[in-house]
């Protein structure tokens, strides 16, 4: 088969549709690269061309083909303590952060791709937390794609992810699955962890009921929204977390206009005072 080329009209229309369901604001440079990611789901399906495809994407009412178009529009990079700083700022800020918590707490990573980031907060806590056998902790982690979810429930990583992941890490909270280098995490890190699908951008925040966290990671994710979707993401986030509790995002997400009673406290992580 011929390259398909798709139409500025066609760009257009599915430039609308991801924004409006997904929240991703494409340039339109992006042509190309959504041209691309799109042509091999048009093929797979067999069909003759993008408004076809279109078609099928807005007449599924069973929502795969959504889940579908997630994956492949959206960036799932993600990495094993990713933005090293934050931790570190973390780990010096631990005691002062976990004071008159009644050992309970309640964290949330917003767009976890394939685990990576609500695994280093498990094993963050377990081995910064003093006695954390007596604490009561709970970490959502919620994505908007199916398919990253699943790979993070799984948590079964191979040699490319692992890499960079001290040894310690490797020997304390993974198993070794197979001769070919692929680790699985230990299912004692896995209990403390929920995953859930959930936009963040079209999401029923009324699912949470009043749930206030202590920390909401939200990292490398809100570069793809505009101003006023990461603004209105921000005020939710500002709603949901606990009073003194921190928001950290990416360290290419700076909140220009952030939130009145978010003050930073460091390179992109915030306070609610
Ligand atoms: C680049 S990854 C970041 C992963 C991780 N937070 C990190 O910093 O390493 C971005 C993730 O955001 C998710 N995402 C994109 N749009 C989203 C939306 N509207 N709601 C929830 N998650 C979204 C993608 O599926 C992807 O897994």
């Known amino acids: 088969m011929d390259k398909m080329e798709l139409t500025k009209k066609e760009f257009t229309l599915f430039k609308e549709y991801i924004y409006e369901h997904i929240g991703i604001s494409l340039s339109e440079q992006k042509i190309y690269l959504v041209q691309a990611r799109l042509a091999k789901r048009v093929k797979q399906l067999g069909l003759e ?6 078609h099928t994407l807005v007449n ?12 492949l529009i959206s960036t799932n990079v993600t990495s094993f303590f990713r933005e ?23 964290i949330w990573s917003a767009a976890c791709s394939t685990g990576e980031e609500p695994y280093s907060i498990a094993m963050f806590l377990d081995e910064n937390l003093p006695n954390n056998s007596h604490f009561d902790i709970k970490i959502l982690a919620t994505d908007v794609s199916p398919r990253v979810l699943k790979e993070a429930m799984n948590g079964v990583y191979g040699p490319k992810a692992i890499a960079n992941l001290p040894q310690k890490y490797l020997s304390n909270y993974f198993e070794r699955k197979d001769g070919v280098g692929n680790y699985g995490i ?12 959930f936009n963040l951008v079209t999401g029923n925040y009324g699912v949470f009921k009043g749930k206030q966290f202590d920390i909401i990671f939200c990292r490398n994710v809100m570069i793809y929204f505009d101003k006023p979707t990461q603004q209105t993401l921000v005020d939710k986030f500002y709603e949901m977390l606990c009073p003194g509790g921190y928001l950290f995002i990416g360290s290419s997400e700076a909140l220009t206009d952030a939130r009145k009673g978010l003050k930073s406290r460091s390179a992109s992580i915030y306070q609610k005072v």
């Open 84 to 106: 090293a700083k934050q931790w570190e700022f973390w780990k010096t800020h631990l005691s002062s952060m976990i004071a008159g918590k009644n050992n309970r707490l309640r």
């Open 186 to 197: 230990k299912e004692s890190m896995k209990r403390s962890i929920s995953f859930r699908a």
């Open 60 to 71: 599924d009412a069973s929502g795969k083909e959504f889940e579908y178009l997630c994956s």
């Open 49 to 54: 061309g993008f408004s076809a495809y279109y």
